[in-house]
């Protein structure tokens, strides 16, 4: 179980950075070449900066000068992969405390909940980053299919792959987590049972002495000699 953890928690460290390089990526989504009069140069967008490179290897980048003039989708891909990132950092801190590999966290009992709660952390973490970059793909889609959209349009960009990874590889650390935390607590209330059981059947057996011994109640009846009776009517025996 404890190499069960440590192989969920190394699946959503990494994809914690690779959400936190997704979000600071500036290659959500580049120019497309075919609709590009000019292939030489081509245009990089991302959450926080938009950039421009050429041929020979110069690139030029501006961040977004205010938030309002932003577009809501762009918002939104933000929040959710602030998010993403907060949600991965505590699930990672409390994936430490909670693994039965470490030393810290206390009981049994406490580290499970630790470690059920770092899978719960790790699985809305690549929830929030998984819809953040469907969003955006979904967006970028549709105006590249639409036949009415007549401004540039963009591709799909390496950061967008990189948030799918890294979300897929946060959902499966959480889950395994999880089911880890559930699987050793069905073990050890049925390791429990079975040893609470033990005693009491020891108990009965061993409340019987050894030997043919029978309880009081199934005991026969003393069986008194001929001698013993004779004494006891030996004066009055006529009377």
Sequence with gaps: MSGIQILAFLGGLVGLG???????????????????????TWVLQGLWNNCAGNAIGALHCRPHHTIFKLEGYIQACRGLMIAAVCLGFFGAVFALVGMKCTKIGGSDQS????????????IFSGLCSLSACSLYAHRITSEFFDPMFVAQKYELGVALFIGWAGSIL??????????????SSTRSSSHTGYSYGGPASTSHVSSHPRGNAQPMSQRPPPKYSSSSRAQHFDKNAYV
Excluded: H, Q
Excluded at 21 to 38: D, G, K, P
Excluded at 111 to 122: D, E, I, P, T, Y
């Design 111 to 122: 580290k499970a909940r630790m470690a059920c709660f770092a899978g719960v952390n790790f």
């Design 170 to 183: 946060c959902v499966l650390g959480g889950g395994i987590f999880c089911f880890s935390v559930v699987d």
């Design 18 to 40: 690779a959400t936190f390089c997704a979000t600071l990526s500036n290659e959500w989504r580049t120019t497309s070449r075919a609709s590009s009069v000019i292939t030489a």
